[in-house]
């Protein structure tokens, strides 16, 4: 079925009309559907889980905003801790609508959406530390990602509850995260300068120095890079 490429814009468009009084709910995606015009076929092949998937779609709208606004900064002035707040900052700028984000927290909260609620926040980590050129390959791929979607998931909930001017106290509070794992990081590299602490993890450091970030193919997050050519 072919559909024009705007359709989905239309859709979620439609939808964030209703999100503050129905959620992402069957009811949101009903309502979406008869104010955009669309034939409800079309919409469903848009979305088969309904207003999940507006919601999804409206997560990655936000995701594709924040990338364009960060290509368009100049960051080389800033220090790299001070250009990942500045993307986190970014992306919450880019969400024009914070009962939408409100709902959707709610919504991804739920068990049978956890799922896709952690893959979205993951999303979110990745696409900032590619868009700052993060060239990591092993394990730290991960670490990154991993601890870029703790703060950035304890940042939005602070953001949601923010009643400070400019929002202000979030970006202070952005500060404050990213300087707990700037610590983590010095920690890590003390220990490494440790001869005594270094040798001790010398067997860990060397099973995680196989892990490989995930190929352009890879079905899983990530592959062993061992001797074994059937590892």
Not at 141 to 169: C, F, I, P
Request: charged residues 25%.
């Amino acid at each position: 079925m072919d559909t024009a490429p705007n359709d989905l814009d239309r859709l979620l468009d439609a939808a964030l009309l209703h999100v503050a009084f129905d959620g992402w709910s069957p009811e949101t995606f009903v309502a979406a559907i008869a104010d955009s015009g669309l034939d409800p076929a079309v919409a469903q092949a848009l979305c088969p889980r309904g207003a999940v998937d507006l919601a999804v779609a409206y997560h990655l709208r936000g995701d594709a905003a924040m990338v364009a606004r960060m290509q368009a900064e100049n960051l080389s002035a800033l220090r790299y801790s001070e250009r990942v707040a500045f993307g986190i900052r970014a992306r919450l700028e880019a969400a024009d609508d914070k009962e939408a984000v409100r709902r959707g927290t709610t919504l991804f909260a739920l068990p049978q959406h956890a799922a896709d609620g952690a893959r979205l926040v993951w999303g979110t980590a990745d696409a900032i530390w590619r868009t700052l050129g993060d060239t990591s390959d092993d394990v730290n791929w991960y670490t990154k990602r991993a601890t870029l979607s703790a703060v950035y998931g304890s940042t939005v909930l602070y953001w949601l509850g923010d009643q400070s001017e400019g929002h202000e106290a979030t970006w202070a509070f952005i500060d404050r995260r990213i300087e707990n794992v700037m610590q983590i990081e010095k920690l890590k590299a003390q220990v490494r300068g440790n001869k005594f602490l270094s040798g001790l993890m010398a067997g860990p450091n060397a099973i995680l120095s196989r892990i490989r970030a995930p190929g352009p193919r890879a079905d899983m997050p990530g592959h062993w890079h061992g001797t074994d050519p059937n590892a």
